[in-house]
């Protein structure tokens, strides 16, 4: 009866359709069914369990990243497989896993030259693909990660913008003793915020409007937080610092006049790392004299090459912890209105994750 029963269920997903939220043209998502997709022999199903809504998508949705609708987004996910194609031998179905979204040609130049994030081919899933704003969805294997069994899954789901920090964290070679600013605190200046100080930074100061945001930053171990509402952010930091600078700055708004900003504080031979999305076009103005005088490093920061797997070793470590940051779950039918709260930043929501068998 109960292998009657198993089969009666792989049919209804193998042979059916599934539920999904689609970005159908600018600001507008619409949950349909959707035929599943068709297994390639390197790929695998994946029944989605958490995904996270990212500041991608909603430039997506916004019509500020270059994509062709319709698009069903998702690319930060995790879940368990399902289905293996024919040529599969390195996963089974059963096993819990994250995805690293970047598919990659591997025959270019940049891959050929160590550096696959500036494929020139370069597909993404949630972007180019069909993502994971669904109930399944389909993955190659060369971009699984295994889940370790005492990471949770939608901890799990946050392997992929872990992994982008980590890149950017990597360029920017914090050293011991490092003063910091994180200009930006959603769940991306707050996966920084515990990298720097794991990586040796004395002091870090966090930067945001918004309190919710502040008092978590606050929790996880920054030395001062300041509201940019309420407090001279400029004026602060340089007392802060004795009129000096600081070493290292992240930005992680996408704000040109943030930017701006940034490049003031700066102490000589300061690195600052452009890690916030700003719009296509979008410009602002620096003076190159202070570039040249202060020595300083702008750095650009772009996916996740070649460090999912480290970022999934730290979040099963502990060593950062991605909980407080979860403010909450939801389903595929409320994604629009998701969309919108994280528009309007309206209090309270730090990462929204998606869960598509949510009721």
Known sequence: MLIILIYLLFNLYTGGFLKAAIISRKNFVEVKDIETPKLGPDEVILKVHFCGICG???HIYNGEFPVKFPVIPGHEFSGEIVEIGENISRVDVGDKVAVNPNIYCKKCYYCKNGMIHF???WEAIGIHR???YAEYVKVPEENLHIVPKKLSL???AFAEPVACCLHGIDKLGISYGDTIVIFGLGPIGLIHLQLAINSGASKVIGVDLIETRIKVAEKLGADIVLNA?????KKTIMEETSGRGVDK????TGNPNVFKMAVELLDYGG???VFGVSPIGIKTEIEPFKIYRKELNILGSFTNPFTTQRAIEILASGKINVKPLITNIINLNEVDKYFMKIKSREKGI???LVNPRLD
Do not use: F, W, Y
């Open 56 to 58: 991608t998508d909603i």
């Open 119 to 121: 494929c020139r081919n």
């Open 130 to 132: 069909p993502g994971a």
């Open 154 to 156: 939608d901890k799990a």
């Open 229 to 233: 509402s309420k407090e001279n952010v």
């Open 249 to 252: 700055i992240i930005e992680a």
């Open 271 to 273: 690195k600052l790392l």
């Open 350 to 352: 730090i990462k929204v």
